[in-house]
């Protein structure tokens, strides 16, 4: 069904960085629609994480960054703490589906 | 601060109709904003459904639209969800959640989610 495509899992060490990717198609992220992210912790409602591909919403620490290239987008963690052990899900709009919004397969990141 | 609350029955029997609303409080309904919902089935990524403006217009997943209506009641402030002839695969957690008017309109507000399980 999710036409936007993540890893399912990723993890790393507390300090370390990791990335997220998230590939679409010409239809979506390549059609130039922005990409948000949301971060779901265990238990809760997804939280906007990253807005307009690149922006954060007041109170998101800066570790978290955001960008977009071409059919892809990517979430970068640095200095990654505890409390981001959660999902992370993309999402955009597909013109193919009549504009639809679209969401990402979700990618589920541990701190090992 | 904007909350949204979901609320309905937590069960619901296949080929039955699911109906879901949600309350927005600390803000109007009829405001430039879209009312989503978006739903999680066990073990899978986020699934948006559809969204409905305050005049009543809407859009749908266009895989779930012959069995969804969003519709919103401005008097009540509150917005709702009906999907039928359900199986077990609209087994979920449903979220309700405002789009933003920026930044290419994130969805900015949800709601805590509420876990609707198709079963005899």
């Known amino acids: 069904q999710s036409v936007l495509t993540q890893p399912p899992s990723v993890s790393g060490a507390p300090g370390q960085r990791v990335t997220i990717s998230c590939t679409g198609s010409r239809s979506n992220i390549g059609a130039g629609y922005d990409v948000h992210w949301y971060q779901r912790l265990p238990g809760t409602a997804p939280k906007l994480l990253i807005y307009?591909?690149?922006n954060r919403p007041s109170g998101v620490p800066d570790r978290f960054s955001g960008s977009k290239s071409g059919t892809s987008a990517s979430l970068a963690i640095t200095g990654l703490q505890a409390e981001d052990e959660a999902e992370y899900h993309c999402q955009s709009y597909d013109s193919s589906l009549g504009s639809s919004r679209v969401f990402g397969t979700g990618t589920k990141v541990t701190v090992l | 601060q904007v909350q949204l609350q979901e609320s309905g029955p937590g069960l619901v029997k296949p080929s039955g109709t699911l109906s879901l609303t949600c309350a927005v409080s600390?803000?109007?309904?009829?405001?430039?904003?879209?009312w989503n919902w978006v739903r999680q089935p066990p073990g899978k990524g986020l699934e948006w459904i559809g969204e409905?403006?305050?005049?009543?217009?809407?859009n749908y997943n266009p895989s779930l639209r012959s069995r969804v209506t969003i519709f919103v009641d401005k008097s009540k402030n509150q917005f709702s969800l009906n999907l039928n002839s359900v199986t077990a695969a609209d087994t979920a957690v449903y979220y309700c959640?405002?789009?933003?008017?920026?930044?290419?309109?994130?969805?900015?507000?949800w709601g805590q989610g509420a876990l609707v399980t198709v079963s005899s």
């Open positions: 409905v403006y305050h005049t009543g217009s809407t």
């Open positions: 307009g591909n690149s």
């Open positions: 600390g803000g109007y309904i009829s405001t430039s904003n879209w």
């Open positions: 959640a405002r789009w933003a008017s920026y930044g290419g309109n994130p969805l900015d507000y």
